[in-house]
């Protein structure tokens, strides 16, 4: 026959479920701050008081009467969290009224922070006030004796403690005085405290549905700036609009992503899910990456780095899972990713953020000592796997893609850098890579720059493949004719150039009897030259070279017409347009038409320039003009052409140019060269400079480098980017065109060359190098 016998519970209990299992002393204020805010309080105040050795929590929850302290709170592992049904989490979880915690232990956090606790409650605002007394080294003394053996004091007051908040409870709320604190609490100590709490609660400054304020009594009156207080944050602004951001979420079985660039919304997917561990929850998340700029402002308005403040926080049901996010952690593997391929990868070092999870009890277990995370299962490995794809390395994709492939947008904090055609030509490839898979719905893409390139010569077959993709994925018929007509540009640029080849090589057999005599003038002055002897054949060529360009002149004028005439007509507003979405794709069409016409109007520019140059060199001609072409030294050009060109040229600076030793054999066009020193003259004549000198040496063994300075106005770097100097359309004056420096650009890069500003930024000052062997 059996007996039937229970266990016996040891007074040790108390040290295993407080002291042993809650050892961080902010871990336990945090504990009892869930408490609060689990009983629906919207404030809570702390007050530390170092000559009393005592801490008083403060909140304005629902309170407790006698019976719900003898029932509940003195209940070991109670929870009413832990008792919530499946069905009505979600509505447990928005905020001043979500369930922080489901184990029933959070209240021994007392037993942590000090030796005894006074607990003060009221449920209603006319009811009584409990008072509860536990003195915790009473269980400490013999663990033989029997934990529920052990009495605490439970009793009615007429009113609360007096505390250095006026009047914290009116009517219901609660208080826990924690005397015989077991932690020395200064100013040290609280500001670190507040710093974690801040990170506990809302690490970003975005909710605003409790307030937790901590204050340290000192004897005086007098508030201690960032000790007393509200707990919060005050970045919220900064990471919304001055960073490259994710913001993900995933419920119902579908995966929702919005990318945003520093304000700038660049594009919005959507795709079923693939983890059906999380099927009976929502997750939520914004992930940031800071560049150079923004962790500058971070670090001046937080007073800390990034880097320290934490990375990725994952929060459950409206409370953070310490300790992931922390400067030493790397829960989500990332820092160990990055070892692996540093350039490519972004690492705990590179973002921050936050994820939130709202799912019914029990579903995510957090480690039952509190700063150990989640316990690892099917659910919470399927969780961090997607953390990781679909916010992480969707927005790596994108930063690495994107913005680190442009240096000095690192230190920028406005988007004005993706407007350039290689920017936009990166996005492109980002969202084109997303249109090509067929789980993917795109929902939205800036359209500003997911469009095609006014400039034949920028388009490429790959920028044209993604944006088919994109086009064909959305439905968009607009796009789809922009596409179609690039190609029809890029056609006609390739017949127009076959044809000029073929013309030239006509030319050129046509003029091989007379190569000999010219060879030998040649030698007499290599490319300039007085304008002695100039026969009838060389001055039909000069014709027939002019006579192309005014040509292009012609064609480029005719097409800029054409989309005038386009614009004009579009910009009548049709009958029958009531809805915006029509008004804004009337004002596209217009934008999309104004663009070509800009780009005829460059195209026409060089032209002219060229033909200018062309003409100018009437008077003493000594270059073969058949083709546009030479072969010899570029240097000795220059030098004649300073001598000869531009020896006096009235309103203009005196222009020098230094040679030294240096020489560089290549073949070369005249014209362009000469529309080339021409623009640069004409940029220092606009800046007022009354000098400008051009000093040419040798880089390496076979490239020639130009430095060009003058002493003009230089640039004000209030009103001008240096870095766009060298897009069409944009000019550091207010009278340019912004189109001779992109032509001397698109000149050099023909040669394979390049151009960039030197110095400070506040110069005009540029060097050019130009390979040789051409």
Known sequence: MTKPETFRISSHLKDIIGRDLVTNEFVAIFELVKNSIDAGATTVDIEFDPDEDSIALIDNGRGMSADDIRDKWLFVAYSEKALASPDNYRDKIKPAGQFAGSKGIGRFACDTLGEKLELYSRATKSGDISKLDVDWTKFEKDSTDEFQRIRVSLGVVDEFPETFVDDPITGRGTMLVIKKTRQTWDQDAIVRLRRDLAKLIDPFGTSKDVTVSTWLLDGSNDLIDGVDGPVGNEIADLLRD?????EVAIANEVIHTT?????R???????????PELADCEVTGQIFFLNRSAKHTFTSRMGVRPVEFGSVFLFLNGFRISPIGDET???LGLSRRKQQGQSRYLGTRDVIGRVDVAAAPKMFREVSSRDAGLVEDARSRALFEAIRKHMIFRLERYVVGVNWQDKPDQDRDTPEGLETDRARERVLGIVGALAKSKKIDILYYDQELVRVSDDPDQITDNALQAMSAVAESRGDNSLLGQIEDARKRIEELKAARDEARETARHEIEKRAQSDARIAALEKQAAFLGSSKDVDVERVQLLMHQAAIHLGHIRSAIANAAHEAR??????????GIDELDDVEDLLATIRQSARRISASIAGASLSGDRLRTVLSFAPNIRVDL??????GDLVRFLTEYFDVRLDGIPDMPIATFEASDAELEREFSPVDMAVLIDNLLDNARKAKASKIDFSASMKGKNSLGIKVTDDGLGINGRKVDPSMLFERGYSGSPNGTGLGLYSVRQILEGMGGSIEMIGDGSRADFEIVIPGGQ
Do not use: C, H, M, N
């Open 265 to 275: 919304k660049i594009y919005e997917i959507q795709e079923p899910s693939s983890y």
């Open 259 to 263: 990318l945003f660039d520093r304000g």
């Open 566 to 575: 386009g614009v004009i007509s579009s910009a009548t507003l049709p009958e």
């Open 242 to 246: 001055k960073t490259s951001r994710v």
């Open 626 to 631: 058949e083709t546009d072409k030479v072969t």
């Open 329 to 331: 952690d790397d829960t």
